[in-house]
């Protein structure tokens, strides 16, 4: 088949920012986002017939998020999931994102499905 290569007019670099669950005296918890991380890759609406069951209403808040270059899967010793870039970068479902926010800002978007395709693939919901 024909080998699947990102258009390089539609590639940009993106960030990653981990989520991080801080317990405070209380005992509540929050969530914030590690340091920004960057990567590249190519981003599109959520469409098509399975996106729409799967998500509905949401639909119109969902992305794509196709990643460049190599990955490894890992799991951790509680056996979640962890998808290794080439550069380091550690993506988990519920990090963020920053799509279309700078490196310095609050991530606008967060990691909802990670689908170990060829090239990694994110399904990415507005924050």
């Not at 290569?5 to 986002?33: F, N």
């Not at 017939?49 to 998020?65: F, P």
């Amino acid at each position: 088949g024909r080998l699947m290569r990102l258009r390089r007019s539609r590639v940009e670099t993106y960030y990653h920012k981990k989520r991080v669950v801080e317990k405070d005296s209380e005992g509540s918890t929050r969530e914030t986002y590690g340091t920004a991380s960057s990567f590249e890759g190519e981003s599109w609406p959520a469409s098509g017939k399975v996106q729409a069951q799967q998500y509905g209403q949401r639909l119109n808040y969902i992305r794509n998020l196709r990643i460049s270059g190599k990955y490894e899967i890992k799991p951790d010793e509680k056996g979640r999931l962890h998808y290794i870039l080439e550069n380091g970068t550690d993506i988990q479902e519920s990090d963020g994102i920053c799509l279309f926010v700078g490196s310095d800002r609050e991530p606008d978007y967060k990691i909802i499905s990670i689908k170990p395709y060829r090239m990694l693939t994110l399904e990415v919901e507005k924050l």
